[in-house]
């Protein structure tokens, strides 16, 4: 039974959101903004841009440093900003780390066992240690930055590297998964949601071989967090990644989830000022996390203005969110893939889905497609979207990608459906 907390968005509701978003209120070209780039970068309701201004209007101070008035409040603020966030992925607040982004995220557990493997952190932090007959398991589909970090951390380390591989239309092959992950894995890098083909992919079942091989999980959250309610505990990951400006917040700003016994034992991975205790000319001693891990000079105003867009997405509703992506991926992978001559990578797959397709337009190049509907005022991404493997492997260099929001409307999607076919017209005929 669907209850109104779980119904998609209607169009009044979508119309009132909107106005909340000055940038969507432009034309481009002479033709109204259709703003289909979200899965690259959301925009930002007033409410985000307005508790960033404020803050730096008002109680702009380092945190954690100064005994002044300005200096506690903004680490109150810093603070409660952790929580703010820790609630909304359904963790504990000193369990989320502050980064500049996913991939330094990614980065951080990846030079933290990198470390530990060299012997950092003592016999403590032994149970991360990778060596040469280990091995690091991940995917065909992973962003590159959930891949990259795992091939060099397997040349630093002498492990290998295994990659689950995706079958015709693009889904995870849990049966070669099964047959990947097994005693010599110590740990398991999984996109919850490609980038690439909007599809959300079986992570309790990767999960589970991954637990009864007792490897690690570390979670890419990048395109789910922003669209799906997540709760990293009830999919009982030890990491999970998140970046800020996919989720209403600003760039700059993204956060690392850690389960608390495996953060306390982890080197930290950048060093310097504000993750100590006690430093010597020939030596140091570290703070707990999170702070071992927030080297510097922290994201202040980032953090409190990603809180606002936590707040503000909690505020409309995660499952409605979802709902109405649910909605908006079904019309854009119905729509496109009707037209002829054009190819939705993953179209096929019967999976759950978040509002995002790519398309490959046969004849077309993906960057004359995105020319031609940016003449229209329709924003899209084109390339290979940092997922060159799952390109290479679905047979095309590089595609066109259209990703909704709760802000996007259903007759923006049907505006790049008609777009996409106006531009094969316009080729066909040139």
Known sequence: MHTSADLPLTEAEIQGIRQDFPILQQQVHGHPLVYLDSGATSQRPLAVLDAERAFASTLNAAVHRGAHTLAAEATVLFEDARAALAGFIGAEEDEVVWTSNATEAVNLVAYAISNASM???????????????????????????????????????????????????????????????????????????????????????????????????????????????????????????????????????GALYGRRDLLEIMPPFLTGGSMITTVTTTGAEYLPPPQRFEAGTQRVSQAVALAEAVRYLENVGMPRIAAHEAELGARLVAGLGAIDGVRVLGGGIDLPRVGLASVDVAGIHAHDVGQFLDDAGIAVRVGHHCAQPLHRRLGVTASTRASTYLYTTRDEVDAVIDGVARTIDFFRRA
Do not use: Y
């Not at 492990?159 to 015709?168: K, S, W, Y």
């Not at 740990?187 to 999960?207: D, K, M, Y």
């Open 119 to 253: 012997g950092r952190g003592g016999e403590a932090a032994a149970g991360l240690r990778i060596g040469p007959g280990d091995e690091i398991v991940t995917t065909e589909m992973e962003h590159h930055a959930n891949l990259v970090p795992w091939q060099e951390l397997a040349a630093r380390t002498g492990a290998t590297l295994r990659v689950i591989p995706l079958d015709d239309d693009g889904a995870l092959r849990l049966d070669a998964a099964a047959e990947l992950i097994g005693p010599r894995t110590r740990l398991v890098a999984v996109t919850h949601v490609s980038n690439v083909l909007g599809v959300i992919n079986p992570v309790a079942e990767v999960i589970a071989l991954a637990r009864a091989a007792g490897a690690l999980v570390l979670l890419d959250a990048c395109q789910s967090a922003p669209h799906l309610p997540l709760d990293v505990k009830a999919l009982d990951v030890d990491f999970a990644v998140l970046s800020g400006h996919k989720m209403l917040g600003p760039t700059g700003i």
